[in-house]
Structure formats: C-alpha cells, structure tokens
C-alpha cells in the first residue's frame, strides 16, 4: 500500500487551534497511516502530552523543542500500543513530567498480532477512570473510557474547546482494528454509541485528519459493523464457514496485505455474534448459525 501525501513534515509543531498543537512522528505504515500525531495541549505556563508515540529518538527530540522550554504538567496515553506510548517513559525522564493516562493491559496475549503490539514496559503514575480530570494553568482535560480497540483505550476532552482525542477509537481514514481478545466489538460498538450521545465539536484522532462532523462519522461507522455483521450472518445462513473463507467475499478490493486485519475484525464481530446465539465455532475454526 502506498502512502498517502504527509499532511505535515514529521517533526514540526504545528499549531491545529489555540490550544491544539500537533506533532507528527516519523512512523507511517499501513497500520498507522501518515504516522502517529502527537498533541501538545495548552499555552505558556504548561502542557498535557497526549499519545507521545513511538519510543524514536527524534520524535521524542521533535516534542522537547515544540514545547519550547514551557513545563509538561501531564503526559497522556489513550492506549498502550508501540505507536502511542512508549514514548512516555524517556519524555518523562527527560522532563520529569508524570505519566498519566490509561491503564497497563491486564490482559496479555503473545499470540501473533497483525497491527502495533502492546508496549508492555508502560508504567504510569496515575490511571485515570472514566470521568477524571486532569488540570493545567486554562485547560481542563476528561477522560472518556472508550474500550473496545484495545481494553484500556480512553478518549480525553479538553472542555475549554469543545474537543475530543480520540486516539485509535474513531479516525477517519480507517475504521478501527479490534483484534480479540483484548479488543473487543461489543465494547467497542458501546463506545461508539457513548461518544455519539456527546456533543464534542471535534475529533482528533492520532492518526489521520480532524473530524469535523464527529457524531455523523460516528453514526456511518456503527452503520458499517452492523452491516458488516448482517453480512456475516447471511454467510452463515449459505453454510459452514471459515474466516479465511469470508474475508474475500466480505472485503472485496482490499489490500491483500490487510486481509489478516479484516480477518481479525471478522472474528471479532463472531465472538459477539456467538455471545448473542447467533454464530458458533465448531471444531477446525469452522463457524456456524446455532439451530
Ligand atoms: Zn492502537
């Protein structure tokens, strides 16, 4: 897959509103678009960090200088993939700012991943529950517990502004990948529904542009699954199935390289759909429609 155009050079604060600076990382990738965007929340007297990225040393150099001297009040993690946090421990060791945010993974899985796996070595300082703030000198940010991507994926408000981090939960480039078991469809369907029963004015996500319409995205991609599980249930209806046998029917023209992520989503909306009595797995990974 080629990449898109780079919206911005990587490196470069870029200031996206007021309050609102962006950085972008030098990690662009099938998985995470033109790269991870790293926000630098707040004005002179001091930041929040959101989503500080992969652990690369001229990112983490890139964001030292975008502060520009100012003092990091927090450095913030939707969640704990490779291309969001790991690079929170040497900015906070080079700043002495705390790591706040999401919460390790309970869950652990070594089985083989097909997107960013999990940085392990993540260790904040304070975990945030849904709700919780974190202050500076005129900004205000919430946390949004939005599982579903991952088990521990928030989404973080700045209520001055009116808008929404949302990390790897909505973008608007890509649907999210939800690769069980920690992720989750039925969570994370949930936390769509939770984020369209707000009225954030804007979404930044960390990867890919702003959305300006945030509840209509929203809207179209809770239309999407379920289209995607109506599809999956008619399938079952034809027969016996296999995901490696669905996934071309369900996803035609895509990229073959991403087949192994539409499989993981596949499998995602069946535990979901057997959760409910609608689908079963049968020996040799062959899913059926329950009687
Ligand atoms: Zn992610």
Redesign the pocket.
């Known amino acids: 897959m080629s990449l898109p155009p780079q919206p911005w050079p990587t490196g470069l604060a870029e200031q996206v509103e007021p309050l609102v600076a962006r950085v972008l990382a030098p990690n662009g990738s099938p998985f995470t678009y033109t790269g991870t965007q790293t926000y630098l929340i707040g004005g002179d007297e001091g930041l929040a960090v959101i989503d500080p990225g992969p652990d690369d040393p001229a990112h983490i150099a890139a964001l030292v200088a975008a502060t520009g001297g100012r003092p990091i009040i927090a450095i913030l993690c939707t ?1 704990t ?1 490779r ?2 946090s790991p690079a929170a421990a040497p900015l906070a060791a080079l700043t002495g700012a705390p790591i706040v945010g999401c919460a390790p993974l309970v869950i652990e899985s070594d089985a083989p991943r097909v ?2 796996p999990f940085d392990k070595a993540y260790a904040p300082d304070r975990v945030l529950a849904d709700g919780d703030e974190v202050a500076g000198p005129g900004w205000t940010i919430t946390a949004v517990a939005t599982p579903g ?2 088990s521990n994926h928030l989404c973080y408000a700045l209520e001055e502004s009116g808008a929404l981090f949302t ?2 939960h909505v973008m608007a480039w890509s649907t999210s ?1 939800v690769v069980p078991p920690d992720g989750d469809m039925g969570d994370y369907m949930a936390s769509l529904m939770k984020l369209h029963d707000r009225d954030d004015r804007i979404y930044y996500p960390a990867h890919g542009p702003a959305v300006e319409k945030p509840r209509q995205l929203v809207r179209g991609m809770v239309g999407h699954r379920r289209a995607r599980e109506k599809q999956i249930a008619r399938l079952l209806e034809q027969g016996p199935q296999t995901i490696a046998a669905m996934v071309p029917v369900m996803y035609k023209g895509l990229d073959q390289r991403l087949w192994p992520a539409a499989a993981q989503s596949v499998h995602a909306h069946l535990i979901e759909m057997a959760k409910h009595g609608q689908a079963r797995e049968e020996e040799h990974g062959t899913w059926t429609r329950p009687a």
């Open positions: 969640h993939h291309d969001h997107d960013a991507h991952t990390g790897d990948v």
